[in-house]
């Protein structure tokens, strides 16, 4: 369900919740994973993912196409799929 390039990166990623689609992207997966300490939500995956997308980030408007396509944190919906 998610795809993220790897980072070498020791630093911590900006806070999602300050408009950064990488941070935003980065905690969809997470939570899809449940990964981190974060509880695995489909639901909060799809609310993150979302915002990364609506932000431009391709591979989350990649991973929403495929967890609207799959019907993960929500109903499935073609047309919204389509979109992404």
């Known amino acids: 369900?998610?795809?993220m390039p790897?980072?070498?990166?020791t630093l911590p990623p900006p806070h999602p919740s300050g408009g950064h689609a990488v941070a935003a992207a980065m905690v969809?997966?997470?939570h899809g994973f449940g990964g981190l300490g974060l509880p695995r939500s489909r639901r909060h995956?799809?609310?993150w993912t979302a915002e990364a997308a609506e932000r431009g980030h391709a591979d989350a408007m990649f991973n929403l196409?495929?967890?609207y396509c799959r019907g993960l944190g929500t109903g499935s919906?073609?047309?919204?799929?389509?979109?992404?």
């Not at 790897?6 to 990166?9: D, E, F, G, L, V």
């Open 45 to 47: 995956a799809l609310k």
């Open 65 to 67: 196409g495929v967890m």
């Open 28 to 30: 969809g997966c997470m």
């Open 6 to 9: 790897h980072t070498t990166s």
């Open 77 to 84: 919906d073609l047309a919204r799929a389509a979109k992404w």
């Open 1 to 3: 369900m998610c795809v």
